[in-house]
């Protein structure tokens, strides 16, 4: 950035100076080529020439691994979250422990739930097989997020591509900066204005929690301890069923008892019921700021979902590496 500032500087100065024409002319030509270089810029086209079948490819891939499990949409969302609070949407969450990495899958807020690395790794094999080293990982992960939504009966967005793929990944970061299933409604709008999202932006992206499960471990607490004022009582004693007192802490159940496999706003409608499964989903709907927003959401599907839509672009391109910065990854578990 501060190269490009200089450039800018000179640019002015030549401009204010009593140079030849033709020789400011030319400076400015130069200038405004190298200025346009000191910022990358996604394309919504950026394989058409490359790799025109690129997203026609992974579109299956996804498409089919979601019909196998429907679960699956809602691990590939998460994922690509995963990814884009650590290092930005870089996949580094897809690389595995070697001697130069230290791999963000072991980090607590990963460990045991994210999944969906094999479906990434079968849409990029695809991908290899008619265009070898043209599309990241980091790509397939943002166009998987968007196809698996899609799948069911999700919203849609415009994905803009041309992310490169990191050469590093940091456990350390992972366990900062991933939100945790206990945080606390100040703690989670702190964290994702750190990334550049807005609280309605946060309760927007939570609502992907109309989709897939949880273990008993990141709930036990809230079905066991919570009172009446956050919890209803009735609903603390079905999920008790499914997540013993003692033991089960690797028991699955749903975030969403009523439409566990369809993205609708039924999320939000639970959290007005104090039916939230996640302690950080139910202080979505405390008394604090962000009720309005639960609130809005419960009353508008089209709204949750465009505005679902809007945030997930926003996320897609947090910190991301272009131009010449990172690599085309061969594998996405390794670095080339």
């Known amino acids: 950035m501060a190269a490009c500032a200089a450039m800018v500087n000179n640019k002015m100065i030549m401009r204010n100076s009593n140079k030849n024409a033709a020789v400011l002319l030319l400076i400015f030509l130069f200038l ?14 950026f394989y058409d020439h490359t790799c025109p079948n690129a997203l026609s490819t992974i579109r299956s891939a ?7 499990e429907r679960r699956m949409a809602a691990s590939l969302v998460r994922l690509h979250f995963h990814d884009c609070f650590v290092q930005g949407c870089d996949a580094s969450i897809l690389l595995k422990d070697s001697p130069s990495i230290t791999s963000e899958r ?12 094999e479906v990434i790794d079968s849409a990029k094999a695809e991908v290899e097989k008619t265009c070898p080293g043209v599309v990241s990982c980091a790509d397939i992960l943002a166009l998987a997020a968007r196809d698996a939504s899609v799948a069911v009966g999700g919203p849609s967005w415009s994905v803009k591509l041309g992310r490169r793929d990191s050469t590093t990944a940091s456990l350390t970061l992972a366990e900062a900066q991933l939100p945790r299933a206990t945080d606390d409604l100040q703690k989670l709008i702190s964290n994702f204005a750190g990334k550049g999202l807005t ?8 609502g ?16 066991y301890n919570g009172t009446g ?22 028991n699955l159940a749903a975030l969403d008892l009523v439409t566990p496999n369809s993205f609708d ?48 672009i926003k996320m897609s391109e947090i ?18």
């Open 106 to 117: 072991n980090a607590f807020q990963n460990n045991a739930s994210v999944r969906g690395f």
């Open 62 to 68: 996804i498409r089919t691994a979601v019909s196998r």
């Open 229 to 250: 004022s956050d919890i209803d009582a009735g609903f603390a004693s079905t999920r008790q069923r499914r997540c013993p007192a003692t033991g089960g802490d690797e």
């Open 319 to 336: 910190d991301l590496l272009t131009g010449s910065a990172g690599q085309i990854r061969k594998i996405c578990s390794a670095i080339n």
């Open 265 to 312: 706003n039924n999320y939000f409608k639970n959290l007005i019921q104090k039916k939230g499964l996640l302690a950080s989903d139910q202080i979505l709907f405390s008394g604090g700021s962000t009720d309005n927003v639960v609130s809005k959401y419960s009353r508008s599907p089209a709204t949750f979902k465009s505005d679902f839509a809007s945030a997930m």
């Open 32 to 45: 405004s080529s190298s200025t346009s270089t000191c910022k990358a810029h996604l394309s919504s086209h």
């Open 208 to 223: 992907a929690h109309t989709l897939g499960q949880a273990r008993c471990l990141t709930f036990k607490d809230r079905i």
């Open 199 to 206: 609280a309605e932006d946060m309760v927007a992206l939570s």
